[in-house]
């Protein structure tokens, strides 16, 4: 009998076991490419990238996992950026070629980018091996950097490194995976596309997000007449939080029935709670909770928000998928052309300037007012979450091309 294609994920942030943070994305293809008949192993790093602390990988429960899981040791680091992120990744670039070096008989190797030093690591393994290689683009860095450090002539010097270190590893793919078709074609500005390109959102399993929602229904409880606006996300430099708690102070002079459930936690959390106190806004910080539980939030509400600064890199977000899910109205303020025009061609929402409190106080104002267009906006967001967004359905691309690979290869 011959033995099933072997196929090795490296992902940095995954959650895995019973973790609360983390990203789904490789996990899921890994469950799925397991279930089509294929052997995977599933290489991340022993630190939590999303809670900054190391693994205790003694006593660490993978068995609710269907692939394998091999994890390399990645030294700490205590903030996103940091000098010490830069070096923890290098140490696993190091370490990821060691791996490779070790363990080589994969017929395919699909990998993460970022972190881009790590991936051109893998990158460069899978070329000495002649392993076909396969890059995600989940990010773009060091474009994500410039948000926080954008000084003429010093961010250039800075962050030559990580374009440097992407345009490498670009070059090395045989296929590119993009979680938008911005992030699809970014490999394709410094090399010829002479490969396979695919777009697949990041989405979400939507058999999951509603049973989560059926499952702790009874724990959200929401006053008769209450109309809920919802954040699901990261508090970071890149969410335009603040200006979301302002406008939503505006709003509720009009509609004192307003109330803002921000879903999420990261570093800027003080400063958004110092907008709240400041503005007497009627909103809560709920924190962290569990995928299932936000969902039953997200079903609660009445208006979801992608709030997002002006200069944000992000073209279509995790929290997408989960937005559209819920079946609400869309209010988004990311100025991503690509998608501020599916916002608009498809029909879920409105988009708004971002930084603009009247100007979303105002968008805010007319869809409370409006509860058939809602509905009506609501409805279509279901059934783009079914159609583009369902992982089940939506990650069979993956799968199919991962299979033409390495029928490629096997010629």
């Not at 010829?192 to 959200?220: H, Q, T, W």
């Amino acid at each position: 009998m011959s033995r099933k294609p072997r196929i090795a994920i490296f992902s940095a942030d995954a959650k895995l076991g019973h973790e609360v943070k983390g990203a789904t994305r490789y996990t899921f293809l890994a469950t799925l490419l397991v279930e089509r008949g294929f052997e995977v192993d599933f290489i991340t790093s022993g630190f939590q990238h999303w809670e900054k602390r190391q693994r205790d990988l003694a006593t660490f429960d993978t068995s609710m996992h269907a692939f394998n899981v091999k994890f390399i040791a990645e030294p700490s680091y205590p903030a996103n950026m940091c000098p010490q992120r830069i070096w923890a990744h290098h140490v696993m670039a190091k370490r990821v070629t060691a791996y490779f070096d070790a363990d080589h008989d994969y017929d395919l190797i699909y990998c993460q980018i970022p972190p881009n030093d790590v991936t051109l690591a893998v990158g460069r393994s899978a070329k000495r091996y002649g392993i076909p290689f396969v890059v995600d683009v989940n990010d773009l860095w060091p474009e994500a950097f410039r948000i926080a450090l954008d000084v003429p002539v010093l961010s250039d010097i800075a962050f030559a490194p990580f374009e440097r270190q992407a345009r490498r590893a670009y070059a090395l793919a045989d296929a590119v995976v993009g979680t938008s078709d911005e992030y699809a074609a970014r490999p394709f500005r410094d090399r010829a596309e002479d490969i396979p390109k695919l777009v697949v959102y990041v989405g979400n399993d939507l058999e999951e997000f509603d049973a989560g929602a059926a499952e702790n229904v009874g724990s959200v409880e929401k006053p008769e007449g209450e109309v809920w606006v919802a954040y699901a996300g990261n508090i970071s430099a890149l969410y335009d939080l603040e200006t979301l708690v302002e406008a939503v102070a505006i709003a509720a002079k009009a509609h004192p029935e307003l109330r803002l459930k921000i879903l999420g936690d990261g570093p800027e959390r003080a400063s958004v709670d110092g907008a709240v106190e400041r503005t007497g806004a009627p909103a809560e910080l709920l924190g962290y909770m569990p995928y299932r539980a936000m969902a039953a939030w997200l079903k609660a509400s009445d208006i979801v928000v992608n709030s997002l600064v002006a200069n944000a890199p992000q073209s279509v977000p995790t929290k997408i998928g989960d937005y559209l899910a819920s079946g609400r109205p869309m209010i988004n303020t990311s100025m991503n052309a690509e998608f501020r025009e599916k916002v608009v061609r498809d029909g879920f929402g409105v988009n708004v300037v971002p930084g603009d409190a009247e100007g979303l106080a105002r968008v805010i104002c007319k869809l409370v007012e409006d509860e058939t267009g809602r509905a009506r906006m609501g409805r279509v967001a279901r059934e783009l979450a079914a159609a583009q967004f369902d992982r089940p359905h939506s990650y069979e691309a993956t799968v199919d091309l991962i299979r033409s690979l390495i029928a490629e290869r096997s010629k």
